[in-house]
């Protein structure tokens, strides 16, 4: 049986992955949002976690940034229902 994902878990693993690879400079960070997969919406919480992440690797090291990009990834994405609502290119999962 194949469990489907919900709109709020496929927002947490694209936000989180894309938030943390810009927190490394990955090269692949660069690229914009829609290549990346996501919504206006999820745009806007990648920009806030990924600020919030770089205040935390600051204080208290990546390891530290990396677990609040996905605690804060897996909260927002969650009271958001997924944050597809702004995006006119987001499809549901099939």
């Known amino acids: 049986m194949t469990q489907k994902s919900s709109p709020a878990d496929i927002c ?49 090291g990546r390891d530290k940034a990396l677990a609040l990009i996905d605690q804060q990834a897996r909260e927002r994405c969650a009271a958001q229902n997924g944050a597809t609502g702004s995006s006119e290119n987001w499809r549901p999962p099939r």
Do not use: M
């Open 12 to 60: 947490t693993s694209l936000v989180s992955y894309w938030a943390k690879e810009t927190l490394k400079g990955s090269k692949a960070a660069g690229i914009d949002w829609e290549q990346k997969g996501l919504s206006n919406e999820q745009y806007a919480i990648h920009e806030e976690i990924v600020a919030a992440g770089r205040s935390e690797e600051r204080r208290q």
